[in-house]
């Protein structure tokens, strides 16, 4: 059974500073991986979205990379900015499935 | 307008009562989806349809029951509700079964 995790569960920087969130998968047979935004009582928004011969994808100042021999995919944010605080998920669906596997996010502030 | 909505955003019930939450999507998406998002579990998929008149099961799927009888409608039943049923509920829709999801603002439900 796939498993995806995000650690840590709760992040907070000083606005300007570049950073890493990162999402790891138990089962490297994924079809894509996806990034999405949650902001608080809110539906979810798709970020970014890795295909499976990917290594990344680049969307402003997101990138997100994909290992998928290590397990492994990285959500980069540069400059960041207040409006940057939300809670971010990574979601995997394997090959052959129709099913996104979430990981329980990483709750990101971002300080004035 | 465009996009995907649901309704009741807000729903207060008792336990054993049916509830019917709403899903509508003016894309014309084949897929769309149910999950539930609770607080240790993170998000996890209830149903999910493939096209009108088709639904499969996700992994949380007791208690509920769905239809699809028009591709933009995707009606979600708790046929009687219970407390862990309370959650925020939340319905998306896509392209292909493997394509970006694209989530509706979410129903928050409380059984007493």
């Known amino acids: 059974k796939q498993e995806v995790t995000q650690i840590p569960a709760a992040l907070s920087v000083p606005e300007g500073e570049n950073l890493v969130l990162n999402c790891s998968f138990t089962?490297?047979?994924?079809?894509?991986l996806q990034w999405f935004r949650q902001d608080p009582g809110k539906g979810l928004t798709s970020l970014l979205l890795?295909?499976?011969?990917?290594r990344e994808q680049t969307s402003g100042r997101l990138n997100a990379s994909l290992d998928k021999s290590s397990g492994r995919s990285t959500l980069y944010i540069a400059a960041s900015q207040p409006g940057d605080s939300a809670t971010y998920l990574c979601?995997?669906?394997?090959?052959?499935?129709?099913?996104?596997?979430f990981g329980q996010g990483t709750r990101l502030t971002i300080n004035p | 307008d465009a996009g995907i909505t649901q309704s009741p955003r807000y729903k207060i019930t008792e336990t054993g009562r049916q509830v019917t939450l709403m899903c509508h999507q003016t894309?014309?998406?084949?897929?769309m989806f149910w999950y539930r998002q609770d607080l240790g579990h993170g998000l996890r998929l209830i149903y999910y349809?493939?096209?009108?008149?088709?639904?499969d099961k996700g992994e949380v799927p007791d208690g509920y029951v769905v239809s699809r009888s028009k591709t933009e409608n995707f009606p979600l039943t708790l046929e009687s509700a219970t407390r862990s049923q309370t959650s925020v509920y939340f319905c998306?829709?896509?392209?292909?079964?493997?394509?970006?999801?694209?989530f509706g603002p979410g129903t928050r439900l409380l059984v007493l």
């Open positions: 089962d490297s047979a994924i079809y894509n």
């Open positions: 894309w014309s998406h084949s897929y």
């Open positions: 349809s493939a096209a009108a008149d088709i639904t």
């Open positions: 998306a829709s896509s392209d292909g079964g493997q394509e970006t999801q694209y």
């Open positions: 890795i295909q499976s011969s990917q």
């Open positions: 979601a995997d669906i394997i090959q052959g499935a129709q099913k996104l596997v």
